[in-house]
Every structure is written in structure tokens, then in C-alpha cells.
């Protein structure tokens, strides 16, 4: 069989680890082209001896036999480089969120649906070995029918005054990969969502319009509920942990930390912090979601999570927005009139 | 010194406890009478040679040189045989809660005050070693200021229908200790409540008008916040956990386990479960919260729990409850009109 | 029945907590008397209501109707008190070691059978909740073969000069414990024992002739291996930990701890260190000890621990000594002509 | 600066896992050819891009501008490949043992020194981050002067009778990394070595004159020592655990865990088994041992585990026959007259 034919748009941090991942680690493809609108991506492509580089999305796309593009470019583009590629036909991965808009989602996945091509979006935490660990287990009904799910995630520390402005906000910039999770381990669909909100880390977040402290209660259809609990600054690092509770147990998922040592002294028994950067706790996640991509792509399965999986996400986080606005409880259906979505 | 000479009213489960760590571990004081309206006083006076019993509370009180009453009895007495101990100058420990209702609760708090004796309520998580740690660290500063406290609180089953139906609730009769732990491991006071319930342990509690699963959200008066999640059933036992997230770091507080063994066999590694039932669980919390009690009683101090803090965590507990009714957060001044009570 | 009539020799720090555990915890004793050589014991009888003092330890046997004696003294009166108190017929609990001479010893094992009363060793650790349940484990044969067995047992800091000097050695003192738990564990005989001692905390514990540091391995008479490790000087408290490694599993006990509490902080993770004093990490043992030699005095039973429990771990001790002298193995029939002794 | 040109001579297991990290991870290198005396190098040269495949060696060492070799052959050519890629003038990276004979060894590692390259050997553990974790614990201090090693080392199962006859025996082929590790984390030399051995997995180990099954103590020129204990099989898996003991703490590493989920169910609390094979457990020592290789070649410093290290262990492990055919502790100088050696 010919190699898979991948290009990379967009190579800042997350690009260049899709695209070490895609070099290095799977034999069956080739990465034919990168792109950046910056001027990097000559010497990416001498280190990762790709033959095409450009600046020019539409260029990337035109490379010859092209099968698939890997979105990596900031968020504001991500809907126009998604439509531009399935107008193209590609195969799609796009690092989430797919927009800050819903109606624009909307759009962009019916243009998706017309053109016939598989959109895969980068929830790459489903992938992580802790989590699908505690999937395995509830799909194996190792602890019967989950009541409460309890998501721990705090970041080290906030990103710049200038991302918090343009990111949506908290609850589509970082929680928004609790949403999925939390979709993700229940299988289920949220069915209304209540949202407290803060600035306890840094008042100039809260100047900006954001907000950096939250606890948010999410019900499920089946009226079971998830719990999520974030900060933008948890000063001991990358904090996430998973807890499911159910009718015949309970699992969870700790931390990662380098390295498993105790240190007694005469002081106490102390040990190394969790991995702090989101990029070393995550990596086997984001290998394993690119897998899943090519695999699903060779199969001509469905993709593991798709353009609904985006868009349920974000409708939670302007939920969970208006829900702290507006002091309440607020349905899905507030904001989101999924009725025809789900029909089709 | 004389020997403090102190009375237990109510010879039930937690009766028995707190008379036996009495007898066992005071030596300066003297149990010199017990009661019961059943017949069983005799037999336990003999066990622990307390040289009255009866079953009359009143004659109970009358003990010559009585100095302090322990009451234990059903929570539909609590109001009634404090006042009565009031009125007879007596020191007062008494099993939480006061009284199901706010208004005869502050009736009570204020026949105490005329009367100048002294009320300790028993919150004994209080006095649990593990919780008592979190405080030590939150007080030592070694978290910074408080952001987010979670607490899980899980009963190993339901208690028998017959009585849920004259508990008053899953709150009042559960998570009361839980609303207490978050107002005694913040030092603060709580103003909002969100309370999400279900029934999904029993129907039969459903019909019984209350629910055995709930998440619940306090809001501090300076916007901090609490989460607690409660079930009537987690079949793997007794689940009594508690962190505390801060500006400065994390702090968390494990279940209580039988013994520490690990075992690897080709199946997997395991161990025993957490400690089942809530006496031995909290079996250091009952002897410390009475040592605490007489303490006070000798040294004049203050209570180390007192009438308010009953109050309030009922009040927490009726918000929580009309908030479930409501499906809306819930100010406690909606509940209680607390002013007055805490310009005293 | 009658209540069971007890006395207790020795008013040391052990001997007050074995006279509190009968005062408290068994209604179906009484402690008669008490006795000590040194003037202290008036005070300790009235703490404990017993109405009965002396430093007469012939006077305490004496005591009218008394079933039972315990015996904490020092070292060097064991074998003298055991003696007397078996020809006057009474039950005997006596601390270990019963003596530091194997001839010694065996004379009074001797005695004791001549006077048909029934000795037990205080091998406190056999009934600590963490080792009893390795023990079950391993008769359950959830680890199948026991074929290596690992005991660290490392004291938190060395006792004075002067006590090391009487106390026969480290072996014989301090590891003697973990002989017994290695014969306990395994339920097999001791063939063989290899140390290497050194002397690492404290010069003036070599000038004085013993070491304060040592590993050993104990070959079991089917060839599977015991190792000891042990240390007068553990600053971060009190080490004592089981690991037993067989042909199904695996099964380790972990050290107590006075909390469970995990702070995270900037600089790391930390904890409490484990339970620092042998009377409070040994706390349930002690009790538990007691309860088996009072339900053996009633049902009549075999004693948990006997004589020649005690008298095997000196065995292995003097073993040990002369394996560390002669730099090489020593059989334990070098030392100990265990033939007839077992053939009784 | 030109790329350094690699060959790896030898493609079993452990030669793919080189290869793989090699070509993956070190974009200054390059693998200019492999060898395998059997057919397979032609696909594995493919699958990694490598221009030149061989099954003869000295064709291997003939590759126009080879800097350095890798070899990954089996045990009996190491000693004959180091020499002919040291006359090459090629550095050497080989896997352990360099051979089974002390004399053989000692002759290699002169002809190294005569031509002047230098060679590293395959102690990959030293690279592993638990245990350099704990390395740089004792390095800083933190644990003080160390007095007790421990190390716990059990394979999941035996290797293949016909293996273990050519093997070298346990101690050479197994213990021979532990023996490794004794010196790394101690930073000293051994001076006298007991053992243990017993046949307690497989009667046919025995019968192939070898033991499954032993406990060793390693006694330091200080007179501190070393625990190791082994087994062949361990049903639970791969079981790698280190321990020190100082004078001011203690420090452990605990094994490595696919995740770290725990299940609370009726019937306990469980976890997943330890990582069971010894290339994912060791994952990461791989191609940190190779990333310290490279490095010195261009840096020229000295290799990290250089051909002294190599000969010691091997003393180690044939003083630890010694002590088991002997029943006796046996000195190093015993079997290895190391003055010489030393003295360069």
C-alpha cells in the first residue's frame, strides 16, 4: 500500500509535537509538507527532512496526493482551514476548539458532512492511558452505572494577559477539555450545567473579562452529575485527576509524576511534583490520538471524536459562561438547539 | 480538685461510645448517672459501675453535685433536654442537630444564653486526627489562602426508611457534618448554596420524599468556594475524604484504612478497604471532641463548637434543600436572618 | 464466673501500659496488685484503683485468689520471677527475652513443665493488625511458597550506653523481634543464620562491645531465606516493615502513620512521618497481646507465644553474634541442641 | 559538524531497541549500517533507512567514515567484537557482560587502552529516572552518609533452559545489573560478597546446575553493605525497587505502573500490575544510556560506564558463586586482583 500523505499546518508547540509524532512513530506515513505563516517552517522541514515547505495554506494543500492536513494554527483560523480542506477533500485532524462560535460550528460541519470528508478534533486527554483506563473500566462495568464524576484540573499557571483575551474565555479555553471528558467517560449527553466562577489568581484576568477560578456541576441526561474544579494556578503544577463514582465501586486516576521516589528525613517524607507541563503529562495521549486518526483513516471508520463531539463541548462552556452571568442553572438547550443535530 | 461529675442521656450506639471513652479515659471526672426511656440503663450502669440509672431525664439532672450532661439521645429530644439541662445550670454536650427547625433552634440558643451555661454540639469530625491536620496546614499558612475545599463524604448504605422519613433529610442529617467541615476548615462563612440531588441508591428514599446523591456548591462570603459530593451508599465502605486547594499548594486527607498490606499476585495489586463503619472511623473524633468539652468545662473557655455553628449548618442544610427544590442557588440570608445572632 | 485475678511485676514504662490495657479494656478481670522494687507503685495502684501495692514481688504472688501474673520488670529478674511464679502455680505473662543465657532458659522452660502453668512470651509485633494480616495471607496462601521473607526493622534513635551494656546486644535486644516475626511468618524452623554487623550511629555503642547496625540473612529448614535489616538510628522514626515474596504474590505491610495528610507545595510533595514511638505504633499490638493471654488463661488453649519461641529467637540471636564474630554462617545447632527439646 | 556515523552490529531485541532510539531520537547521528549474522538485517535495514546491511562484521567496521559500534550480539562474540572494532579504532557502546571470564575481560580492556578507544557498557539502569533520581538524592546529601543498600530485582519469569545453560549462571547474567546498581548509587567499591542460592521456581535450573532464587550482601570497603534479593519469576511481574538508608534519611524508588488508577470495589481496592517486560520498564534508561554515549564521543570526555565497571560487576557475580558453592563470604580479591587495575 502507498504511504499516508500528511501535512502539517501550523507549527508552533503543539504542531511541532504532531509532527515529531507523525515523523517518528508511524512507518506507514509520510509528512509530505509543513506549513507556517511564519518564517520557520524551512528549518522544521530540513529537521524533519520534509520536502515541502510554505507559507500558504492553500499551497499545502495543493501538495500532490495529499490525503490528510493536521491543524495546528491558532484558533481564529482553525474553521476557515477546516473548510478550506474539505472543500479540498482531505482527511481533517484540528486541534480544538473548532470555533468560539457556535453558529459557526454549525456551519462548518455541515460543510464537512457535504463534502464527505472525517473531522477528528484534538481531545487528546481521551487518549491518555490514565483516562482510558478509567473508560475501560466503566465500559466494563467494573463499577456499575456512574452517579458522580469528579474532574480535577488546574494548570501551573495562567497564560499571558494577551491569550486570555482572544481565548474564548476559561470555559472554552482550558475546561472545555473537561466537558469532553466528562462526556467521554459517561457516555452520555449534559443536559444542563451550574457554574461558579472567581479571580482569586491574578486581578488583570478578571479585568480582562475572564475568570481563573471555577467549580461548575454538570447533569446529565439520566440526571447523574459530574463535578469540575479548576484553577488557572495550581503552584505545584499540572493537577488532573479522575474519580467516577458508581453503583459498584469507585475508580480514579492520579496524577503523573517523574519519578516515583520518597525521601524520608527527619523532617517528613516529601517526593517530586506531578509532571507540570501539559506537553510531558500528555505526550503518550498525543501519540496515541494521531494513531487513532491514521487508523481510523485506513479503516474509513469513524473517527473517535468527531465535529459533535466539538460542538456539545463548547455549547457546555457557553453554558457554563451564561450560568455565571446569569447566577442560574442553565439548560443545554438555552444554547444549543441540538434536536436536529442528533437527528441526522 | 473534685472530680467533674458528669450524666449521659440515651444509652444508644453513640450513648455507648461516649460513656465508655467517659469512663475509660477521664480520670478526672466521674460518671455518676445514666438514662434511658428503655430498660437497658441498668445493665449498662453495671458494665461501667455508674452508680445511678434511671429513665426519667429530669431525676437524671437531679444527680447530686452534677456538673455536666451528655445528651445522646433521639434528635427529637436534643431541643427539649437542653433546654431542660439549662434551665437546671447544667454544662451541655449534645449530639448534632439541635432541632430540625432554625426557629426553635435560636429559641434554644437563647434559653442557653439566659441561663449562662455552656453548649457544645458534637461535630466530632472536628476532632479527627486527619481533618485536624488539614486545619493545622490551613492555619500554618501552608497553602495560602483557600480557593477550592472538596470534601467526599459517602455512607457505606442508607440508614432504614423508617428513618430517613424523621431525619430531615439527607442535609440535615447527613451532610450537616459536611457543611460544618467547610465552615471549620475555612474559618469562614458560608452565603450561597447550590445543591444539585437524585435518588439513585433506593427509590423507596425517593418515595420517602428525600434523596441518597447529591453535589452541593457553598459560596464563602469572599467568594471562595466548597464542593461536597455525598452518597447513601458506596458499597466499598465509609469514604470520608477532604483537600483544601490554595494560593501556596494543596493539601489532602485520605480515607482510614485497616492496615496498610499490599498484595501482587498475577491478578493485579490490592488491598483492604477503607474502614467500614463510621465508629471506628471516627473513634479518635469521639474521644477528642469530649476531651475538648471537659477541657472547656474546667478551664471556662469557650466551646470549641458551639450553639451558632449548629445553627448555621443547619441553615446551610435548609438552603441546600430549598435549592434542590428551587433548582436555583440559595443565599442563606434567605433562610436565616443572621444579623442579630452574630451582633451578639 | 469469677473475674480472673491478675497482678502486675514492674511499673516501667511497659508495665504501666499493660496495667492500663487490663485496667480498661477487660471487664473480665480484675488487676489484684501491683509491684515494683521502686517506690512508685502507691501512686500507680491508686490511678488505676488496685488495691494491692508492694515491692515485694513474694507478697504480690502471695495476693489471695490471684490467677495470673505479668511480668515487666528488667531483664535480669525475668527468668528469677517466672521461675517463682510457676512454683506458685500461677499463669505467666512475661516480656521478652526470658533470659540472655540459652542454659538459663532452658532450666525455666524446664521449671514451668514441672509446674504444669502455662507461659506466654510478650512477642508484642505477632499481634500488631499490619503483621497478623501478612500472617493471614500467607495461611490463606494468597502468595503461595513463602520463599523470601523481608523484615526492616530500624529503631528511631539508640538507647543510652548504659542500657546497651546490659541488654546482651542489639541481636538479642532489638532484633530478637524480628527473629520471632520471621519464624511467625514463615510457621519454620531457623537452620542457619548469617550477619554482618557494623557499627555506623555511635563509636561508643562499639566501645561498648556491640554494634548498632546489621544485615541478616536466616535460612529456613527448606531453604527458603529470611533477610533482617536493622538500624539503632533511624531519624525519621520508627521503621518496621514486612514484605513476604512467594511462588502466587507478594504481600508487603507498610509503617503506620499518625495521618494520611499529602501537601503539595511549590517545593514538592510532602507528608507526616511514620508513628515515631514503639508504644504508640505498637499501641493495638500490646492490647490484642494481652486479650490472647487472658482468653488462653479461660479457654485453656495452648499459650499464642511460648517458651520455646523464646527460647529459639535467643537461639538465633546468639546465632547471629557468632556469625558476626566468626565472619561466616553459623547453624543453629551450633548453639542449640534443639532435639530433645523438640522431641517433648 | 558532519553527523557521527553509527552501526549496530547484532538485531535481536535489545538491537532493534538501539537501532529504533538511534534513528528516532538523535537527529546528530546517523546509522550508516547494521549486521546480523542471520538473514533479517536486509528488512530491518529498510524499515529503518540504514544504506548498508551485513551479516559480517568486519564489513560492519569497514563502512566508510564509521565513527562507533554498537553491539548487540550474543554474549560470547562481545569480547572478540569489542577487540576487532577497537583495532578498527571505532568507540564501542556493548550491551553486558563484556564475558564471562575475569582474564578475558581483563585482556580486552588492555586492548582497548592500547588502541586508545574508548568503550561503554550496556548498564542501562544507571540511566533509568527512578534510580539516577535516587542517585542524585545520595549525591546531594539529602540522605547522608549511606549505610544501607537495598535492592529488590525479580524477573517475571525464566528465560529458556537453553538460555540459562549458556548464561553465565543467575549472578552473571541477572544480578549482574544489581551488582552494578550496589556500586553506582554507593559511589564505592565491594570488598566481600554472601550469598544464597536455592532452586525454587524450576527443578530444571537446578538441573541445569544454575539457581533461580538467592540473597546476596555486599559488603562495602566501608563496611556498609548491600542487600539485593532475586527470583526468576515473580508472577506479578517485573519488580525493580532500590532503597538507601543514611544517616540522615532514607530514600526508595518504587516500581513503574502502567497507570496509576485505583478501584475501589466490595471486594477490595486494586490496581494494575507493575510494567511486566523489561524493555518497557526500562523504556527510557535505553535511550538515555545511548543519549550519554553520543555525548562523551563528542565531547571526548570519559564514557559513563567504562570497562572497570564492566570487570567488577563480573567479580561481583563470581565471587557470589563462589559464596554459594562455598558457604561462605568471599573476599573480591578472592577471585579479582584488582591492585593492578587500580593502580593505572
Chains 1, 2, 3, 4 share one sequence.
Do not use: W
Amino acid at each position: 500500500m502507498d504511504k499516508i500523505k500528511v501535512a502539517v499546518a501550523g507549527l508552533g508547540r503543539i504542531g511541532k509535537i504532531h509532527l515529531k509524532n507523525l515523523c517518528r512513530n508511524f512507518p506507514e506515513l509520510e509528512v509530505v509538507a509543513v506549513m507556517d505563516i511564519f518564517d520557520g517552517s524551512e528549518a522544521v522541514a530540513e529537521e524533519f527532512n520534509v520536502p515541502v515547505f510554505t507559507n500558504d495554506y492553500d499551497e499545502l494543500l495543493r501538495t500532490p496526493g495529499l490525503d490528510a492536513v493536521v491543524i495546528c494554527s491558532p484558533t481564529d483560523t482553525h474553521a476557515d482551514y477546516v473548510v478550506r480542506a474539505a472543500e479540498a477533500g482531505k482527511q481533517i485532524f484540528c486541534e480544538k476548539p473548532l470555533d468560539l462560535s457556535l453558529e459557526r460550528v454549525k456551519e462548518v460541519l455541515e460543510i464537512i458532512n457535504r463534502y464527505g470528508v472525517r473531522l477528528m478534533l484534538g481531545f487528546n486527554r481521551r487518549f491518555d492511558p490514565e483516562f482510558q483506563r478509567i473508560r475501560q473500566l466503566v465500559l466494563s462495568d467494573a463499577i456499575g452505572d456512574p452517579q458522580i464524576i469528579k474532574i480535577t484540573s488546574r494548570d501551573p499557571g495562567p497564560p499571558p494577559i494577551e491569550y486570555i483575551k482572544v481565548s474564548g474565555g476559561m470555559f472554552l479555553d482550558m475546561t472545555i477539555h473537561d466537558f469532553d471528558m466528562a462526556r467521554y467517560i459517561s457516555g452520555k449527553q449534559v443536559k444542563e450545567v451550574f457554574a461558579k466562577g472567581a479571580v482569586m489568581v491574578d486581578p488583570a484576568i478578571g479585568e480582562a473579562g475572564d475568570i481563573d477560578t471555577a467549580v461548575i456541576i454538570l447533569t446529565f441526561e439520566d440526571n447523574t452529575m459530574a463535578v469540575i474544579d479548576n484553577s488557572r494556578k495550581a503552584v505545584y503544577g499540572y493537577d488532573q485527576r479522575l474519580e467516577v463514582f458508581g453503583s459498584k465501586g469507585m475508580a480514579q486516576a492520579e496524577n503523573n509524576f517523574p519519578n516515583s521516589h520518597k525521601l524520608y528525613t527527619e523532617s517528613g517524607v516529601s517526593g517530586d511534583l506531578p509532571l507540570h507541563f501539559f506537553l510531558g503529562r500528555y505526550d503518550a495521549s498525543y501519540n496515541r490520538e494521531l494513531r487513532e486518526f491514521i487508523d481510523a483513516i485506513i479503516s474509513g471508520d469513524d473517527m473517535p471524536v468527531d465535529g459533535k463531539d466539538g460542538l456539545l463541548s463548547i455549547a457546555i462552556g457557553l453554558a457554563a459562561k451564561k450560568s455565571v452571568e446569569e447566577k442560574r442553572p442553565v439548560k443545554i438547550t438555552e444554547v444549543l438547539n441540538c434536536k436536529k443535530l442528533f437527528e441526522d
